[in-house]
């Protein structure tokens, strides 16, 4: 079955260091998107890509950055990890965008910045 | 895109009918209405979406007011495992396809 992965599911790091969390989908989807989720918080967006190439800016951008070389793979990468950048991060897929689709999400990667 | 407001947590008793309210009273004609939940440590999941008619489908149903003004999402057997974050959201046809989350109506089931 098609599906969305996240890894790792738990990471431990310390201020300052460069963090990439990974997003696979299995979709063959043209959108993916990361989101954050802090306590008391619904999901924001960080950052999406319509396509191969293709990355724009969410809500909450600053620190974070992506990449999109191939369809099935959205990494996201935080250049120098702060202890406000602790939260679940939630990485979704859908294929066309079309306003009645349906996004994807997947089980989350809890980063605990130290 | 245009706002939702929903209660922050509702009750239900298992195996009743949960009616979760949700108001969207600047809603443009071209808003699709969508619910995700979240259940506990886990990512959201697709429920159900409708423009203006309602909708059903195996896990609820969508009721949309004649104005559209307001929606009612409709679960008819309330289980324990529909215990959850709730999220009524707005989708427009100008092709913004991010989803932008509330806070969420946090349904909690009774046995």
């Known amino acids: 079955d098609a599906e969305i992965t996240q890894s790792p599911r738990h990471k431990i790091t310390e201020t300052g260091r460069q963090v990439t969390l990974a997003c696979h989908q299995t979709?063959?989807?043209?959108?993916m998107f990361w989101y954050r989720q802090d306590l008391g918080h619904g999901l924001r967006l960080i950052h999406y890509?319509?396509?191969?190439?293709?990355?724009n800016k969410g809500e909450v951008s600053d620190g974070y950055s992506v990449s999109r070389s191939n369809t099935e793979d959205l990494p996201l990468t935080l250049e120098s990890a702060a202890s406000s950048q602790t939260s679940v991060y939630f990485c979704?897929?859908?294929?066309?965008?079309?306003?009645?689709?349906?996004?994807?999400f997947g089980p989350g990667t809890r980063l605990l910045v130290l | 895109d245009a706002k939702t407001t929903q209660p922050n947590s509702m009750e239900s008793n298992e195996e009743e009918p949960v009616h979760l309210p949700c108001n969207h009273s600047?809603?443009?004609?071209?808003?699709?209405i969508h619910w995700y939940r979240q259940l506990p440590s886990q990512g959201p999941e697709y429920v159900i979406h409708?423009?203006?008619s309602n909708v059903n489908n195996r896990m609820a149903s969508l009721a949309i007011a004649e104005d559209r003004k307001s929606s009612t999402l409709i679960l008819h057997r309330a289980t324990l495992r529909d215990a959850a974050v709730y999220y009524c959201?707005?989708?427009?046809?100008?092709?913004?396809?991010?989803?932008?989350f509330g806070k969420g109506n946090q349904v909690v089931v009774i046995p």
């Open positions: 409708g423009l203006t």
């Open positions: 959201i707005l989708r427009d046809v100008e092709g913004n396809n991010r989803l932008a």
């Open positions: 979704a897929s859908s294929e066309t965008g079309a306003p009645g689709e349906t996004q994807y």
């Open positions: 979709w063959n989807h043209n959108n």
């Open positions: 600047t809603i443009s004609g071209t808003d699709y």
């Open positions: 890509s319509y396509g191969v190439q293709d990355t």
